[in-house]
T-cell receptor
């Protein structure tokens, strides 16, 4: 699977939007962009995924660049419960099972 | 939503003993289950992949005789850490995957904290 690059950490204020960037310049045509987050001492939690078009769900929005070499996870109003490590992962289905390979992620801190 | 459970949530054992961790998919049948390990302040590292009824595939550097994986059914996988040592102390997380809408969706358990004294 292609690699992703994320900032080590970011800070946000409560109730403000947060934009978490991810670079994936070597993404292939069959790579889906997945975002997971991990709260302290818990297993990762699925946030959102997309292929080419922007995606929205109840947790977040995913904005994908036109060339797909980067994407941004958007939390519209950060809460203290959103403080976690956010992982951007490329998953190539290509007809196979595939698995999720985690990088270092971005540690998001939310200030009250 | 799909739920994956792990038992126990934490365990303390003495050096040289074996510990078994269970992973269950509660509301779906998992095509494949994965086991990850996470040391403090580090990311998750994939240890092995297992499909029901077949032998697990271990990642490079993971000792298959030390970390025994049994995937007896579509809803249950177990990881046994044999002859545990303090360096095996870690956070072990399982994940279960199934095919939905043409894509494999993967869900994670809450993790098991293992401390070897």
């Amino acid at each position: 699977d292609a690699k992703t690059t994320q900032p080590n950490s970011m800070e946000s204020n409560e109730e403000e939007p947060v934009h978490l960037p991810c670079n994936h310049s070597t993404i292939s045509g069959t790579d889906y962009i997945h975002w997971y987050r991990q709260l302290p001492s818990q297993g990762p939690e699925y946030v959102i995924h997309g292929l080419t078009s922007n995606v929205n769900n109840r947790m977040a929005s995913l904005a994908i660049a036109e060339d797909r070499k980067s994407s941004t996870l958007i939390l519209h109003r950060a809460t203290l419960r959103d403080a976690a490590v956010y992982y951007c992962i490329l998953r190539n289905y290509g007809g196979s099972q595939g698995n999720l390979i985690f990088g270092k992620g971005t540690k998001l801190s939310v200030k009250p | 939503g799909a739920v994956v459970s792990q038992h126990p949530s934490w365990v303390i054992c003495k050096s040289g003993t074996s510990v078994k961790i269970e992973c269950r998919s509660l509301d779906f049948q998992a095509t494949t289950m994965f086991w990850y390990r996470q040391f403090p302040k580090q990311s998750l590292m994939l240890m092995a992949t297992s499909n029901e009824g077949s032998k697990a595939t271990y990642e490079q550097g993971v000792e298959k005789d030390k970390f025994l994986i049994n995937h007896a059914s579509l809803t249950l996988s177990t990881l046994t850490v044999t002859s545990a040592h303090p360096e095996d102390s870690s956070f072990y997380i399982c994940s279960a995957s199934y095919l939905a809408g043409g894509l494999y969706e993967q869900y994670f358990g809450p993790g098991t904290r293992l401390t070897v004294t």
